[in-house]
């Protein structure tokens, strides 16, 4: 058994910061890709960034330049750091990984989702 657990999530004004945080926990060997998704009301779930094991990362082109993914693997957590956030970022954000199990299973897992309004 594994699972995600994202944290962070809250209300903030344009151009007002926040960090998100996906911890993993369970029967973990290791973690593959680990990603960040959001999806607003009415909307598909989209890709908002993609890290690597080794770190290499992926943004979506509308928050390039105002967020950051990063990892911790020795805590089995990955963060989203946002920045000059914008209405149009208002969503429930998700955190999705690759996990491998010790028992050498692949999990795509995730998580339970915390929303985040951007709102004047």
């Known amino acids: 058994q594994v699972r995600l657990v994202e944290s962070g999530g809250g209300v903030v004004q344009p151009g007002g910061s926040l960090r998100l945080s996906c911890a993993a926990s369970g029967s973990i060997f290791k973690i593959n890709d680990m990603g960040w998704y959001r999806q607003a009301p009415g909307k598909e779930r989209e890709l908002v960034a993609t890290i690597t094991s080794g770190g290499i990362t992926n943004y979506q082109d509308s928050v390039k330049g105002r967020f950051t993914v990063s990892r911790d693997n020795a805590k089995n957590t990955a963060y989203l750091q946002m920045n000059s956030l914008k209405p149009e970022d208002t969503a429930v954000y998700y955190c999705?990984?690759?996990?491998?199990?010790?028992?050498?299973?692949?999990?795509?897992?995730w998580g339970q989702g915390t929303l985040v309004t951007v709102s004047s």
């Open positions: 999705n990984a690759a996990i491998i199990t010790t028992t050498f299973r692949t999990l795509n897992t």
